[in-house]
């Protein structure tokens, strides 16, 4: 733990016989950060973001083609198959590779919350079923379950005081 004192010349840190200013210790902290590299972040997360989504695509348009359904009537069996997927490639170890190296592209779908709720119950698996698998994996859910719950609550009031909106 690095002692702090206080002389003439203002505060200083004491590291191993090394003492710094915080405006010398940040200047030094700054040049051994790594670099950020936010496009090289921004393109992978968006193809395989988009990977994602026409993996998607392209399950619908089987349920559409081989089950005789409606765009809307294959939307939900579309999800349950990503969901599927993602918890299968999460129990293999492969997702969390895939999302390491993605980021944000692998996490916002359904997919990487799916991912979130598996990773957390293989975690706590044991600490029994209940106790563990069953409270770890939604305490995740949870929250999230709470923000579209509420976000729901407040688009239904704007839609009835403003009448805004689409189809009913």
């Known amino acids: 733990m690095p002692a702090k004192s206080k002389n003439s010349s203002g505060a200083r840190i004491k590291l191993n016989r090394l003492s710094l200013t915080e405006q010398e210790y940040k200047q030094v902290s700054d040049r051994h950060q790594p670099k950020k590299k936010i496009w090289g972040n921004c393109l992978r997360a968006f193809l395989v973001g988009g990977f994602i989504c026409l993996i998607g695509q392209c ?39 895939i999302a390491q190296w993605a980021g944000a592209g692998s996490a916002v779908p359904v997919t990487g919350f799916a991912n979130s709720m598996c990773s957390a119950a293989i975690e706590a698996r044991s600490e029994g079923l209940v106790l563990g698998v069953g409270a770890n994996m939604f305490r995740l859910a949870g929250s999230v379950i709470v923000f579209g719950v509420v976000a729901a609550f407040i688009i239904g009031v704007i839609h009835v005081i403003f009448g805004l909106g689409g189809v009913h």
């Open 59 to 97: 399950i619908q348009q089987l349920f559409m083609t081989f089950a005789d359904m409606t765009s809307r009537e294959a939307a939900s069996p579309t999800v349950a198959v990503l969901i599927l997927i993602s918890v299968v490639m999460t129990c293999l170890g492969v997702y969390d590779k």
